[in-house]
């Protein structure tokens, strides 16, 4: 079945220790999304992909970058993850050439020790 | 602004009985709207999603939401609910366009009693 696929599940990571996150998609969607979410809140953009075209949130700290290198994987790298970073990363995909909805995958639930 | 509203943050129900959760949106232009589901440490799933067309919308798992410009509400609802429904609710209002960034409201948690 084509899906969306993130890599690990779960992660722990240190205090200021460089973590990356990954997903990949067998949709082929040109657009692609990451989200943060926290315990019992909304999830929040961070940023998106169009094809190559990065576009980042005003708020997204400059902690979080992103790769796409190319259509089916992107990577989320946290440079110096603080304890304010744990919480669940989600990746979605759209195609965007038509009108539908974005197709989320599993999460990486990110633990900061 | 645009923004959405869910007022209910938690809402307990029977096996059985019926579900109603509330979706208010503000939004400028023609919106388009989304119910996705959450089970504990899972992604979000959509439920069902409003275009255009038909104001009343059917989705999986016996979900149905209505459109109602009038009132800006997009509300979800199951005639009888099962166990396996319990999990978070997350209302959403896109914009379309090339990118089709989401608003999510804060979601209702539903808890399924038996």
């Known amino acids: 079945d084509a899906m969306v696929i993130q890599n690990p599940r779960y992660q722990v990571t240190q205090f200021g220790k460089p973590v990356t996150l990954s997903c990949s998609q067998t949709l082929n969607h040109n657009v692609m999304y990451w989200y943060q979410q926290k315990s019992s809140q909304a999830p ?28 089916s994987f992107c990577f989320l790298d946290i440079r110096s993850p603080g304890l304010g970073d744990a919480a669940m990363y989600l990746c979605a995909t759209r195609e965007g050439r038509v009108y539908n909805e974005q197709f989320f995958g599993p999460g990486t639930r990110l633990t900061v020790l | 602004a645009q923004s959405v509203t869910q007022p209910d943050i938690h809402i307990t129900v029977s096996e059985g ?8 949106y503000s939004y400028g232009a023609t919106p388009y709207l989304f119910w996705y589901v959450q089970s504990p ?22 979900f149905e939401a209505e459109f109602k410009r009038s009132q800006s509400s997009f509300n979800l609802r199951k005639p009888s609910v099962h166990w396996s429904d319990a999990a978070e609710y997350f209302c959403a209002v896109g914009g ?3 990118t089709n960034k989401l608003i999510f409201g804060t979601g209702t948690l539903l808890a399924v009693q038996p």
Not at chain 1, 48 to 69: G, I, M, V
Not at chain 2, 51 to 60: A, M
């Open chain 2, 41 to 62: 440490g899972q992604g979000l799933q959509l439920l069902l999603k409003y275009f255009s067309g038909d104001t009343l919308v059917q989705g999986i798992k016996g």
């Open chain 2, 17 to 24: 009985a019926s579900l109603e959760l509330r979706c208010n």
């Open chain 1, 44 to 71: 929040k953009l961070l940023f998106h992909y169009y094809d190559k075209d990065f576009n980042n949130e005003a708020d997204t700290p400059d902690n979080f970058q992103s790769r796409r290198p190319n259509t």
């Open chain 2, 96 to 98: 379309g366009g090339a």
